[in-house]
T-cell receptor, first 111, second 112 residues
Framework: GIQVEQSPPDLILQEGANSTLRCNFS?????LQWFHQNPWGQLINLFY???GTKQNGRLSATTVATERYSLLYISSSQTTDSGVYFC?????????????FGSGTRLLVRP | DVKVTQSSRYLVKRTGEKVFLECVQD?????MFWYRQDPGLGLRLIYF???????EKGDIPEGYSVSREKKERFSLILESASTNQTSMYLC???????????FGPGTRLTVT
């Protein structure tokens, strides 16, 4: 089956630093989402990005579908950015679609 | 904004009890999903539904059933709870198949 790999698995930043998170996937996908899971467990939608680049405040994402990867950029990080970041790819399976998650990048931003 | 709500944030049940987890979405989404999240295993799909009264098995349906009597509500049922069903349960919905999924806040279930 399709493999979704995220790197790095863990990241510690000082407040104000920038970072890049990577998501590689092994097959063609219908779509890709980035989520932030906060300390209370809620998955918050960041980007829905099958291809191209999107920006939302200090966050931006780029997906290069032909090369099977996506990048999430966090600039001027804040302590509230801490948590786990997941990418998930949407794969068509028979007559339905299935969201397959990577194992996540755990980010800690220190004050 | 899309809103997905789950009936409980925390739940403690005893082995053998019948457990109902409720999920409601307010955006008229066609598709609804139940996942569980466990350390080291990530998020795994239990069941999903693409229409009222329709359901499809996900990757780990054993020990669970679902019900979708109304479009906005999707229930996960543990017929006889077991300790290995202690987990974080997450509900999600999407407007269309392959569309963006939105998640509820999750229910942390402990079965003792």
């Amino acid at each position: 089956g399709i493999q979704v790999e995220q790197s790095p698995p863990d990241l510690i930043l000082q407040e104000g630093a920038n970072s890049t998170l990577r998501c590689n996937f092994s097959d063609s996908v219908n779509n890709l989402q980035w989520f932030h899971q906060n300390p209370w467990g809620q998955l918050i939608n960041l980007f829905y990005i099958p291809s191209g680049t999107k920006q939302n405040g200090r966050l931006s994402a780029t997906t290069v579908a032909t090369e099977r990867y996506s990048l999430l950029y966090i600039s001027s990080s804040q302590t509230t950015d801490s948590g786990v970041y997941f990418c998930a790819v949407d794969l068509r399976m028979d007559s339905s679609y299935k969201l397959i998650f990577g194992s996540g990048t755990r980010l800690l931003v220190r004050p | 904004d899309v809103k997905v709500t789950q009936s409980s944030r925390y739940l403690v049940k005893r082995t053998g009890e019948k457990v109902f987890l409720e999920c409601v979405q307010d955006m008229d989404h066609e598709n609804m999903f139940w996942y569980r999240q466990d350390p080291g295993l990530g998020l795994r799909l239990i069941y999903f539904s693409y229409d009222v009264k329709m359901k499809e098995k996900g990757d780990i349906p054993e020990g669970y059933s679902v019900s979708r009597e109304k479009k906005e509500r999707f229930s996960l049922i543990l017929e006889s709870a077991s300790t290995n069903q202690t987990s974080m349960y997450l509900c999600a919905s999407s407007l269309r198949q392959g569309g963006e999924q939105y998640f509820g806040p999750g229910t942390r279930l402990t079965v003792t």
